[in-house]
T-cell receptor
Framework: DAKTTQPPSMDCAEGRAANLPCNHSTISGNEYVYWYRQIHSQGPQYIIHGLKNNETNEMASLIITEDRKSSTLILPHATLRDTAVYYCIVPLYNTDKLIFGTGTRLQVFP | SAVISQKPSRDICQRGTSLTIQCQVDSQVTMMFWYRQQPGQSLTLIATANQGSEATYESGFVIDKFPISRPNLTFSTLTVSNMSPEDSSIYLC???????????FGPGTRLTVT
């Protein structure tokens, strides 16, 4: 089971890009990387996922290194509403289970 | 995506009593899950709610304490039985988009046991 490691907290100025790193050095070739976030007092929200190629959607971009041992979630223009805990998750292979770690608490400041 | 509602949104209960939390989805889904989030902590998966069969519980969670029903593809309940203050948490249900790990979460039920 691939485990993930994230910094406990980060700060980002409003309007700047927020780059959130995640290490998943034990990931196997067919395991995806998923990102969720949890804004205070709300349920988690799906952001994006990827296997090996970089991915982009309306919320964020996901950059996965060539060896797949780490990834970076990019919020291109962070706003105050992006203040949340961000979770990098590698789901248990061949199951439907999401195991949430401690995540990165992103604080966007004015 | 799916829209998920939970009832109640919050409750304060006395120890020794039980509370049933409802989760309603606006579309038919295959996979439904129940999570617990203790104060200041991350989410912990309690169980997978299976339609037409017994729920599948994670290590540390048992059916007698957290009985789950899933009568159809849009509805599930979680009961927290014989509550103690340690059960004070936010309880969340989620559903999964078929064939992916994209899960959509309800707003949660904030339970306080006194």
């Amino acid at each position: 089971d691939a485990k993930t490691t994230q910094p406990p907290s980060m700060d980002c100025a409003e309007g700047r890009a927020a780059n959130l790193p995640c290490n998943h050095s034990t990931i196997s070739g067919n395991e995806y990387v998923y990102w969720y976030r949890q804004i205070h007092s709300q349920g988690p929200q799906y952001i994006i996922h990827g296997l090996k190629n970089n991915e982009t959607n309306e919320m964020a971009s996901l950059i996965i290194t060539e060896d797949r041992k780490s990834s970076t979630l990019i919020l291109p223009h962070a706003t105050l509403r992006d203040t949340a805990v961000y979770y990098c998750i590698v789901p248990l292979y061949n199951t439907d289970k999401l195991i949430f770690g401690t995540g990165t608490r992103l604080q966007v400041f004015p | 995506s799916a829209v998920i509602s939970q009832k109640p949104s919050r409750d304060i209960c006395q120890r020794g009593t039980s509370l049933t939390i409802q989760c309603q989805v606006d579309s038919q889904v295959t996979m439904m899950f129940w999570y617990r989030q203790q104060p200041g902590q991350s989410l912990t998966l309690i169980a997978t709610a299976n339609q037409g069969s017994e729920a599948t519980y994670e290590s540390g969670f048992v059916i007698d304490k957290f009985p789950i029903s899933r009568p159809n593809l849009t509805f599930s309940t979680l009961t927290v039985s014989n509550m103690s203050p340690e059960d004070s948490s936010i309880y969340l249900c989620s559903v999964e988009v078929a064939g992916t790990y994209e899960q959509y979460f309800g707003p949660g039920t904030r339970l306080t046991v006194t």
